[in-house]
């Protein structure tokens, strides 16, 4: 059974997620926030993470750049309240910076349970891509626990 790890700050979400992915029989462990799912990677065996991107504490870029660092070859969807941004307004990309960091697949919310098995089954069928860590970054801090 494939075991997936959804890392989102807002409970609702996390159960939402659960209860789908379950009945598509999937493991699921769930984490409240980078720092916790970073432990988990760190710890257990993933198939595929699910990160939302917009998290108090450490947020999603912060966390994929530390999950590419410890594992690039585990597959990853980003996911965010948040339109993908027209730069013309100034404003971040930050489902374009989780594609650029190697994303399966980047689903705005809402997004129906058929987009996020399709983004699943494409992590899935593609495999994990091969990247190198990161390199000539600053170190992401984790800093204090949210």
Known sequence: ???ILV?????STRLALQALLTRKSFDVA?????RTGLQL???LGFD??????FMPGVDGIATLRELVGLNPNLPFIAMSGCAFTDRRQ????FLGMATRLGAAAALQKPFS????LKAIARAFDIGAPRRE????????SLGAAS
């Open 133 to 140: 860590p990161l390199r000539n970054t600053e170190p992401v």
């Open 7 to 11: 890392i989102d700050d807002d409970h």
């Open 113 to 116: 349970a058929a987009e996020l």
């Open 30 to 34: 769930m984490a409240p926030n980078g």
């Open 48 to 53: 595929a993470v699910i990160i939302d991107m």
């Open 41 to 43: 990677i760190s710890s």
């Open 1 to 3: 059974m494939p075991r």
């Open 90 to 93: 100034g404003a971040p990309d």
